[in-house]
């Protein structure tokens, strides 16, 4: 704790008024040194306070010590700085997406630095590499790019959600089998460090914290600008949908049966490649396979479609449709809009959510599908759903890397879940977590992980390290922190910390 380094006699009035009100000595240290700097900062006592504090998920609120609307490198980099001296823990906010509201502390009391007016997209049109500020939203990237040159990145679909925390702890989307995800396009980072340095971290500068920002970067430094590698967009982007809504759960056979058989699907190297990936969506009463094919609706009708349909029960709906790219990001943006504002960005949901990460050699085995089946159909279910995505498979771009590429380790999952209960969601954390735990206690012999987008607040610090990480790259991210962060300034609840 560095906190006595800095002049006694300057601060002895503050402190005494301090005590007085019960506030943290490090808080006024803090606060007078951010003021001395000109950072721009929000206090409580401000109209917009909580406005800026409130993050995606609702249920979980924190009261963020202060919160930091930087403008320049400089602001982030005084803003760390102090906070560092000071002894206060920071969090970044890009879009405030995180499911444990991380990037407000995960706790009160931390220093939020958001970076709402870090919004630039520059495409760089020789080397198709665009320049994103660390605050982009993105459905303004995506907006971004198509209009400065017709490009695309590979990412999520709901276009509030913010590359910082996107784009370094993975970031899924029905492109990614072919493309990557977003981290893989991440090609260099300006970054600052908790010593308060802005460096420019690449394959060959700052190595390790280009490695380790790409996997834990909550935990490693404030990115205030990506650099990404884009892609030509898709002249056309195939989606399909073929829909359940009554049927699929009457009979346990038939939902195993079903399942088994989209998973022949996803293995079988005739029918798919690269091109193409999709999601199941089930809530006990509809059950729905939905995804894209980079390609045209003929050529999917005559490759993928009869494979699917050859012994799937005939399904109420079956809508093949072909789009635009920027017509496709529309329809799965489920508002029919990617454009979101620069401040005043106000989507929020109350609820609770993990994930199972399921290795391809293993698949899911009858049993687990069938403690599943049992699970939802059985007793009182509350509002949920759980969507199971495909990322590996024939030609996945995202398991032909390893933890030598980036500090991210899910590389080899066939199937991605994420079990998700809302309305209130602290009433069904119970239900969620019960049915987690019966899928994967009845397939023993797999070792299941989780997903860290889908970041889990219901973990211990030592079960998100090993089943984000596991053991080998925790201890390798143990290392690059003991070098770049030894005092824990960057910290959530789940962050990786020196030592044990
Ligand atoms: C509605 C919704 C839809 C989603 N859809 C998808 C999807 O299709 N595919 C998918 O893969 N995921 C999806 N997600 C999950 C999403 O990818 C994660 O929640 C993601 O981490 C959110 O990023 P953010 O910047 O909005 O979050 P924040 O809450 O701002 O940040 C999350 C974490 O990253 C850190 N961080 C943020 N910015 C920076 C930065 N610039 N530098 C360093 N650290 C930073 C924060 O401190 C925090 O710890 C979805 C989430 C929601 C809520
Ligand atoms: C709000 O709080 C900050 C930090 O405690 C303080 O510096 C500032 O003077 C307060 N502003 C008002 C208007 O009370
Ligand atoms: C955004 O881009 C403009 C124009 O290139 C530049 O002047 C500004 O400094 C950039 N802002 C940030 C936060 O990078
Ligand atoms: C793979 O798909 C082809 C083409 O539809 C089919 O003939 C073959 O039986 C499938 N293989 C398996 C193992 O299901
Ligand atoms: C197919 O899906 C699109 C997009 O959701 C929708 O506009 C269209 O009406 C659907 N067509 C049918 C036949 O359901
Ligand atoms: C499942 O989703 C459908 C479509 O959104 C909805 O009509 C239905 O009520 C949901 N069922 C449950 C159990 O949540
Ligand atoms: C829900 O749980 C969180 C975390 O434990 C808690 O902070 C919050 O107050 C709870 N909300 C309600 C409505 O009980
Ligand atoms: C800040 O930390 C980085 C990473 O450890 C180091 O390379 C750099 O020299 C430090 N800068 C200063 C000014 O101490």
């Not at 996803?266 to 999601?279: C, F, H, M, Q, Y």
């Not at 979101?340 to 929020?348: A, K, N, R, S, V």
């Not at 933890?403 to 602290?426: H, I």
Request: aromatic residues 12%; proline residues 4%.
């Amino acid at each position: 704790m560095k906190l006595f380094i800095l002049s006694a006699g300057l601060f002895a009035a503050g402190l005494a008024n301090a005590s007085l009100a019960g506030i943290k000595r490090e808080q006024v240290l803090v606060s007078n040194c951010l003021s001395n700097k000109n950072v721009p900062t929000q206090w409580k006592n401000s109209s917009e306070y909580n406005t800026l504090a409130e993050p995606f998920n609702t249920r979980l609120v924190y009261e963020p010590y202060a919160i930091v609307l930087p403008e320049t490198n400089q602001h982030v980099q005084d803003a760390v700085a102090c906070a560092a001296e000071c002894g206060i823990k920071v969090q970044a906010k890009s879009g405030g997406h995180s499911y444990a509201s991380f990037s407000s502390g995960g706790k009160d009391g931390s220093l939020m630095i958001f970076l709402q007016a870090f919004n630039n997209v520059t495409l760089n049109q020789e080397t198709g590499i665009v320049s994103v500020g660390g605050g982009v939203r993105l459905g303004n990237l995506a907006n971004g790019i198509y209009d400065q040159g017709k490009r695309a990145l590979p990412h999520g679909t709901c276009p509030g959600v913010g590359v910082g925390g996107h784009a370094t702890h993975g970031g899924y989307g029905h492109v990614s089998r072919e493309y990557g995800l977003a981290l893989d396009t991440i090609v260099g980072l300006d970054i600052v460090l908790a010593n308060g340095s802005l460096v420019h971290a690449t394959e060959t500068e700052y190595a390790d914290v280009y490695w380790a920002c790409r996997g834990a970067c909550d935990s490693i430094g404030i990115v205030t600008k990506f650099e990404m590698q884009t892609h030509a967009a898709p002249e056309s982007i195939t989606y399909f949908d073929f829909e359940y809504s009554t049927g699929i759960y009457k009979d346990k056979d038939t939902y195993i049966e079903t399942f088994l058989h989209i998973q022949d699907v996803a293995l079988n190297t005739t029918v798919v490649d690269e091109r193409i990936s999709w999601g199941i969506y089930e809530n006990g009463s509809l059950y729905k396979i939905g995804g894209a094919f980079h390609g045209t609706i003929d050529d999917f009708k005559a490759t993928v479609v009869p494979e699917f349909l050859r012994t799937l029960p005939t399904p109420n709906v079956i809508n093949i449709t072909s789009y635009s790219w920027i017509d496709y990001l529309k329809l799965v943006s489920d508002r029919n809009a990617i454009i979101e504002p620069l401040t005043g960005y106000d989507e929020h949901d109350d609820f609770f959510a993990k994930s199972i990460t399921v290795p391809e050699k293993d698949g899911f085995t009858a049993a687990a599908l069938g403690a599943k089946y049992d699970y939802i159909t059985t007793g009182k279910v509350p509002s949920f759903f759980v969507i199971t995505n495909l990322y590996g498979g024939p030609g996945s771009a995202i398991n032909e890397k390893d933890t030598e590429f980036a500090a991210y380790r899910d590389r080899d999952s066939l199937w991605v879940l994420q079990l998700y209960g809302n309305k209130p969601g602290n009433t069904s954390l119970p239900f969620i977590n019960g049915l987690t735990a019966a899928i994967t206690g009845a397939q023993p012999q797999t070792e299941f992980g989780a997903y860290l987008n889908y970041v889990d607040p219901s973990l211990s610090a030592d079960e998100a390290h090993k089943l984000y990480y596991g053991e080998e790259l925790y201890g390798e991210l143990q290392k690059v922190k003991e070098e770049v962060d030894p005092d824990e300034v960057f910290w959530n609840p789940q962050a990786v910390v020196v030592s044990a």
